[in-house]
């Protein structure tokens, strides 16, 4: 008995003594796991313990999401310098996993690929090789995938052509090789596709030219060849194909034009030297076709030696000829390269080579920071802020430049969310790992007077509604000579995403997302409107459907709150042509040349229409079938009349006060939201 009990008692301390934690956490087994592998040494990572919380802040660089699951990871810059273990595979709720600036070596795990709600994935400017895993094409939710600046081999997979949310591709700067896959052109969400500095060879895809969002296609220093696609000319200065001697095409400034010999490439490419086979039912080769790849299967290839002798020797005087003539463009392309390319060192090879782009990317890091640099100019500089204390109420909202940098990876491009003629803005991740957008606004273009300017900032800190963008803070630099603010991350975009989708898309929203988004907007801005809570009534004066944003679970944001406190007047004047084109400016305007809360009314009932009809341009036919009631003329085809008729011909009576042409027979925000609660109510 007593053995028995002795050995029931020790079962019990061992079991009791064995950190709990450890054993019954799933996550934090993972995060020990991938501590272990990114900083074998722990130096770096001492914060992450067997007897911590990763959810209470003490762990460095996770932040954890409202169930207490991580969602983001960011540890950027950190030195770390070992692998990535596919124990990351583990955190399923992970959204964001930020690695890069690092010096992780080894292979990207394939693991990674069952994070499935991840969205950004960072591995970019660190020592990774092997291939890129085909098994990321199962990654649903990825929108960021950047990779640059490593020393990646192998092809892109083809199965990335399945990842339908990515936005942002980057690959440049490794090592990897073959043809560009057509695939690629499957990405109707991409909006920035980098290639460049790699061994890539072949033919542009001419799918590419067809992504609708297409923005940025930068393909320069491979060993790319072929006719160019005319359909690229619509990028502008997106289109970048620099130290690729092999390519030509119409159109293009800076593209040689095409030769015979061009034309006789693509065909031997596409049928061998002796012109296409009869027995083939491969298509013949059109200059603006989609990818260029020969005909000739390696495996086969020691077998195709039944050529003429005179075929041959055409051949091989051809291809000296063509050999001769690229060399020479190559050497005159390369003299005016060394002038075009401001952002590529020379090489060579025409190249870069993996050190090269980090030094590249290196060298474009500010100093070390400054005083000045980081604590701004004027008043904020000197803590005199009119709030009436020694630093003022401003100073715990207030960022440095050094954190603003390292958000946005020293303003990426790839992280470029839109520009404008007076600001920028960028995705950031801040060292807590959370996500914001990054306004970059120029000092030329805010209020001149500096007392007026930090009363503007005030009242922006002050504003807190759940259907408003929540600023987290701002940065004023006299050294680059912009202001910063820094507000929480949108995932889904703007509502101007969701209007004018094709039938049947995945981004067209049901009824009850878009009664739902209607009564947010005008929640916020009865907020803006009301002189409750410590704060002056407010007019927006830019509402639309580009400042509505859409977090997670699809509420409506409305952003630029109180932004014309802060800008000058010549600022907010030029952005009234956008409104008016867009049919949001009240017509009084035109005559009194002033902006009331019922010119942000009259821009209120245009939305309301908007997402009803499912349509950005505000026309006067959609406002004809609203008033004569006939709804199946103007609610969105896409709901396939999934939709209340009540609630949806009481929105339509909302919008018709709203747009009223006499101001005075609009109606205030708070009548529309009792109208609103009614509708809702009643259906």
């Known amino acids: 008995m007593d053995f028995l009990y002795f050995h029931i008692s020790l079962l019990l301390v061992l079991t009791f003594s064995t950190p709990r934690r450890v054993l019954g956490n799933t996550e934090l087994r993972a ?9 074998p040494e722990n ?17 460095e660089g996770v932040a954890c999401n409202e169930h207490r699951k991580v969602a983001n990871i ?3 810059g950190k030195g770390l310098s070992g692998k990535v273990s596919g124990a990351v595979a583990e955190l399923k709720c992970l959204s964001g996993l930020y690695l890069h600036y690092n010096k992780l070596s080894g292979e990207i795990p394939k693991e ?14 660190n020592n990774l090789s092997g291939g890129i895993p085909p098994e990321i094409a199962n990654m649903d939710s990825l929108q960021v ?4 600046c490593n020393q990646l081999t192998g092809n892109i997979p083809k199965q990335m052509g399945s990842l339908k949310r990515l936005s942002v591709l980057a690959l440049q700067s490794n090592r990897l090789m073959g043809d560009i896959p057509a695939s690629l052109g499957n990405l109707r969400m991409l909006r920035r596709l980098y290639l460049s500095c790699n061994s890539f060879s072949g033919g542009v895809p001419a799918i590419l030219a067809d992504i609708p969002q297409l923005e940025v296609l930068d393909v320069r220093n491979n060993s790319l060849s072929g006719v160019v696609p005319s359909a690229f000319r619509r990028l502008n200065e997106g289109f ?30 596409q049928h061998g030297p002796l012109g296409p086979n009869p027995n083939s039912s491969a298509p013949i080769a059109n200059p603006e076709s989609a990818n260029i790849q020969g005909h000739c299967n390696r495996t086969h290839c020691s077998k195709s030696t039944r050529f003429p002798q005179a075929a041959v020797v055409a051949g091989v005087i051809t291809a ?13 392309r390369y003299r005016r390269g060394k002038q075009k390319i401001g952002n590529t060192p020379d090489s060579s090879d025409g190249g870069f080579s993996t050190d090269q782009a980090k030094d590249l990317y290196r060298k474009s890091v500010s100093p070390l920071v400054s005083l000045e640099y980081s604590n701004g100019w004027g008043p904020l500089a000197d803590g005199q802020n009119g709030i009436g204390s020694p630093q003022g109420y401003l100073n715990y909202y207030r960022f440095n430049m050094e954190e603003v940098e390292s958000a946005t990876q020293y303003f990426s491009e790839v992280n470029l969310l839109g520009k404008s003629k007076f600001s920028a803005v960028y995705k950031g991740v801040l060292r807590d790992g959370s996500l914001v957008a990054i306004r970059s606004i120029n000092v030329t273009s805010c209020k001149s007077d500096e007392a007026e300017f930090v009363k503007g900032l005030n009242l922006l800190t002050s504003l807190r509604h759940e259907n408003l963008a929540r600023l987290r803070g701002f940065c004023c630099s006299r050294s680059r000579g912009e202001c910063f603010l820094i507000y929480d991350f949108a995932p889904n975009g703007n509502l101007s995403r969701y209007l004018d989708v094709d039938d049947g898309s995945n981004l067209a929203l049901d009824w009850s997302k878009r009664v739902s988004i209607i009564s947010g907007i005008a929640k916020g801005i009865g907020y803006l409107h009301s002189s409750k809570e410590n704060k002056p009534a407010i007019i927006h004066q830019n509402i639309s459907v580009e400042k509505i944003l859409v977090d997670q679970q699809f509420n409506p944001l409305i952003s630029d709150s109180g932004l014309p406190k802060l800008l000058a007047d010549d600022i907010i004047f030029s952005a009234l042509k956008v409104s008016a084109a867009m049919g949001y400016l009240a017509p009084e305007y035109i005559t009194t ?9 009259y821009a209120f009932g245009v939305i309301i229409l908007q997402v009803l009809s499912g349509k950005q341009k505000f026309t006067y036919s959609i406002r004809l079938a609203a008033e004569s009631s006939k709804l199946q003329e103007f609610i969105d085809t896409n709901l396939k009349g999934k939709f209340s008729e009540t609630e949806a011909t009481k929105l339509a009576e909302i919008a018709l006060m709203c747009t009223h042409e006499l101001p005075d027979h609009r109606p205030n925000m708070e009548a529309i939201m009792q109208e609103l609660d009614s509708s809702t109510d009643s259906s």
Not at 118 to 124: A, G, I, K, S, V
Not at 241 to 262: I, Q, W
């Open 74 to 76: 960011s540890l950027q």
């Open 112 to 125: 990674i690929s069952n994070l499935t709600e991840l969205t950004d994935l960072y591995l970019n400017v």
């Open 145 to 148: 995938l950047q990779l640059c």
């Open 593 to 601: 040349g002033r902006f009331t809360e019922k010119s942000d009314i």
């Open 240 to 269: 970048q194909f620099g130290n690729n001697p092999g390519l030509c095409g119409v159109g293009f400034s800076a593209l040689r034009a095409c030769t015979a010999f061009d034309n006789r490439k693509v065909n031997v490419d």
């Open 43 to 59: 130096k770096l990572l001492k914060s992450w313990t067997s007897e911590g919380d990763p959810c209470s802040g003490s762990f």
């Open 320 to 332: 000296t000829v063509t050999l001769t003539l690229a060399l020479l463009l190559t050497i005159i």
């Open 31 to 39: 995060l020990l796991e991938l501590k272990s592998s990114l900083d």
